[in-house]
């Protein structure tokens, strides 16, 4: 039997609450943490799922705008510190799967390279 390339339901639901994947899906890992959409995916996970107990607020007695408020006075610092730590945690998930934790930032390496090599070249330092 060929070896999994993407996790299982059951390991991808450990997986988004912070347990590791076995060493077989690590291309996966690397994928989902630095691949094309994982800061979407990064935000998703830890944004959409506060909705649901954050809307039991409304239950409380009171005005609409009331509850809102409440809502928002804890949503937004949220979303705000999930933006924050971003390169922070897709360091540890790295570490914590073996990988290099620099592969968490390759991307805007890769860019700032290209702009460093336009710069010499313009500027006249780059053969």
């Not at 890992?29 to 799922?49: Q, S, W």
């Not at 954050?54 to 949220?78: A, D, E, Q, R, V």
């Not at 945690?89 to 991307?107: E, K, M, N, S, T």
């Amino acid at each position: 039997m060929p070896a999994r390339t993407t996790p299982t339901p059951v390991q991808r639901i450990r997986y988004i609450c912070g347990k590791s994947l076995p060493p077989p899906l690590t291309d996966w890992v690397l994928a989902d943490l630095t691949g094309p959409g994982a800061t979407r995916r990064y935000l998703l996970r830890f944004l959409v799922p506060v909705i649901a107990p954050l809307c039991l607020l409304l239950l409380l007695p009171g005005p609409l705008w009331m509850h809102l408020s409440m809502m928002g006075l804890l949503y937004i610092p949220l979303a705000y510190f999930t933006v924050a730590l971003l390169y922070v945690y897709r360091r540890h998930r790295l570490v914590q799967h073996g990988l290099d934790p620099d592969l968490a930032d390759v991307a805007q390496r890769r860019r700032r390279a290209g702009d460093r090599l336009a710069y010499e070249r313009r500027y006249g330092r780059a053969a």
